[in-house]
């Protein structure tokens, strides 16, 4: 089944230390969504890619950092994380922007 | 601007009665409408979409939804709710006002009481 699948499902990491949040797709869609998910509360968006052209929206921290190698993968990079980017991490992919988003399951991060 | 706003922030049905989730948005054109289900620790999954074809929507695990225009809404129902229907609901917005961005509900917790 075409999907979108998020690794690791669950992350722990120091406070401080580099971590790394990956996301692949079968579907063959055009974007990538990552999204910010804090508990009780609705997704955030952090940044887009439409191809390779890369969107960061205006809030989001410089600590925030997207790679994306090819059609199928996109990876979230944190530099430094803080206790308060512990959340849930939601990658999702629509064919264009203005379609319909598929999200995958998440990766949890906690931050020690 | 786009908005949208989730009525209830939480409901509480019996197995095997209706549930209605209540959204209502604003948007100065014609906007997409979605909603999205959450269970816990999970990612958000698509069980409909509204975008200016037929007005009562149906999606998957037997709910649906009506876009009225004239009152800004888009509720969700299903005649009976199941256990596994316990989870969080998010109503969104998009599409309009030349913006492609997603605007969230801030979603709607539904228990169903056995």
């Known amino acids: 089944d075409a999907m979108v699948i998020q690794n690791p499902r669950y992350q722990v990491t120091q406070f401080g230390k580099p971590v790394t949040l990956s996301c692949s797709q079968t579907l063959n869609h055009n974007v990538m969504y990552w999204y910010q998910q804090k508990s009780s509360q609705a997704p955030k968006l952090l940044f887009h890619?439409?191809?390779?052209?890369?969107?960061n929206e205006a809030d989001t921290p410089d600590n925030f950092q997207s790679r994306r190698p090819n059609t199928s993968f996109c990876f979230l990079d944190i530099r430094s994380p803080g206790l308060g980017d512990a959340a849930m991490y939601l990658c999702?992919?629509?064919?264009?922007?203005?379609?319909?988003?598929?999200f995958g399951p998440g990766t949890r991060l906690t931050v020690t | 601007a786009q908005s949208v706003t989730q009525l209830d922030s939480h409901v509480s049905v019996s197995e095997g009665t209706p549930v209605l989730l209540r959204c209502n948005y604003s948007s100065s054109y014609s906007p997409s409408l979605f909603w999205y289900v959450q269970h816990p620790n999970k990612g958000l999954q698509l069980l409909l979409k509204?975008?200016?074809?037929?007005?009562l929507v149906k999606g998957i695990n037997g709910f649906e939804a009506e876009f009225k225009k004239s009152e800004t809404s888009f509720h969700l129902t299903k005649p009976s709710a199941h256990m596994s229907d316990a989870a969080e609901y998010f109503c969104?917005?998009?599409?309009?006002?030349?913006?492609?961005?997603?605007?969230f509900g801030t979603g709607t917790r539904l228990k169903v009481l056995a």
């Open positions: 890619y439409y191809d390779k052209d890369f969107n």
């Open positions: 509204y975008t200016s074809a037929a007005t």
């Open positions: 999702a992919t629509s064919v264009r922007v203005n379609y319909e988003q598929y």
């Open positions: 969104v917005v998009s599409g309009g006002s030349g913006t492609y961005k997603y605007i």
